[in-house]
């Protein structure tokens, strides 16, 4: 491994194939762009890429094309003249020339306008560029690095997204697989999640086996990014294990408080906790197959879990499909 890649990016083969990319094209100016869903790391993945370059002594400028109002992206992205616009009271750069002589990261590029994204092409290949207002022609040094979780291929079919934009963006294309699909990573993450905050908040807690196991099996929709934000609660929180209980629970479905109430008393706080995450999960996954009428290919997609573990949870939860409900439900009625 060089000492230039990020050291969190070689967990699994699938990052590691994408660190060889980012050690393949250090050496040019390719634009990228990243796809994968939100969480996945796909911002580290851009400072790695501008970390590994020839342009690492310059800046890393990031712009959230979803974060800036859609009239203000021309100005935040090319600058504009005093008198502009009403409220341009003087000149100001934008991240472009911010970026000068290194790497601007252009996130959620497809938030930015039809319009924008005929300028942004225009500048991608012309390497020039005039401020809102201005008339003058500013030379681009820039790499762009552009990322979404959006599906671009929809987008374009719909119209909302150029074509040759797209074309001229995936010179090089990283797709940053989601964290259910390379589950190998998680004890090392979580283990180094939960150093970071055991420092960061003072504290020595640690992770059971039990729940390395719960870890591991969650279906982790929101990525890296929830792996990241249950770790710190759970060194935050005083029993932070079971937040993450009550945490699986209500992220499922929002359920975990239908669960039967019980007397306080004859259960610990902990017990109560996971029976409700499991009454959620069996709630959870009892309303998808009703909703996919029992098809669970469709339903370990939406679930967002293998098509294996649907059909062990299935099992685990005493779930039946309704056709042989109702052949159950008539045995029953014929011998009662
Ligand atoms: N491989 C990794 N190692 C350590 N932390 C990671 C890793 N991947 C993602 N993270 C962390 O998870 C969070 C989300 O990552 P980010 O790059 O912002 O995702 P994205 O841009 O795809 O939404 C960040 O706090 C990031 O530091
Ligand atoms: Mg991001």
New binding site residues.
């Given amino acids: 491994m060089s000492p230039d890649r ?1 050291p ?2 070689d ?1 699994s083969p699938r ?1 590691r194939a994408i660190g060889t990319v980012i050690e393949n094209i250090a050496d040019t100016d390719a634009t990228v762009l990243l796809r ?10 851009a400072r790695a890429i501008h970390a590994t370059s020839s342009r690492r002594q310059g800046p890393f400028v990031k712009v959230n094309c979803a974060a800036i109002p859609q009239g203000l992206l021309e100005s935040e992205l090319f600058g504009h003249e005093k008198g502009a616009f009403t409220g341009a009271h003087r000149r100001k750069p934008g991240q472009f020339e911010y970026a000068n002589k290194g790497t601007l990261y252009l ?1 959620e590029i497809a938030e930015l306008p039809l319009a924008l994204q005929a300028k942004l092409l225009h500048v991608l290949q012309d390497f020039q560029f005039a401020r809102v207002g201005g008339h003058g022609l500013l030379d681009v040094d820039t790499r762009v690095i552009a ?1 979404t ?1 959006r599906n671009l291929e929809e987008e374009m079919a719909r119209g909302e997204f150029r074509e040759d934009l797209y074309y001229r963006l995936n010179v090089v294309e990283i797709r ?1 697989p989601p964290l259910r699909e390379r589950r190998e ?1 998680i004890p090392g ?1 979580a283990a ?2 939960l150093d970071k905050f055991n420092a960061q908040y003072g504290r020595q807690k640690q992770l059971s086996p039990e729940t390395m196991n719960r870890l591991q099996e969650h279906s982790w929709s929101g ?3 929830e792996l ?1 934000n249950v770790i710190r609660r759970m060194v935050v929180l005083t029993d932070g294990e079971q937040a993450f209980e009550s945490l699986v629970a209500g992220g499922r479905n929002g359920h975990a408080a239908a669960a039967p109430s019980v007397p306080v008393t004859s259960e610990s706080l902990r017990e109560i906790a996971r029976r409700g995450a499991r009454e959620a999960e069996r709630q959870a996954l009892a309303e998808v197959l009703e909703r996919v009428r029992w098809n669970r290919a469709e339903a370990s997609r939406i679930l967002k879990v293998s098509y294996k573990t649907l059909l062990n949870k299935i099992t685990e939860c005493g779930l039946t499909p309704p056709s042989r409900r109702a052949f159950q439900d008539s045995i029953r009625s014929l011998s009662g």
């Fill in positions: 990020a969190l990016l967990r990052m994968g869903e939100s969480g996945v790391g796909k911002d580290l993945v996130d990322a979780n940053v990573e993450l180094w999640f990525n890296v990014r990241e």
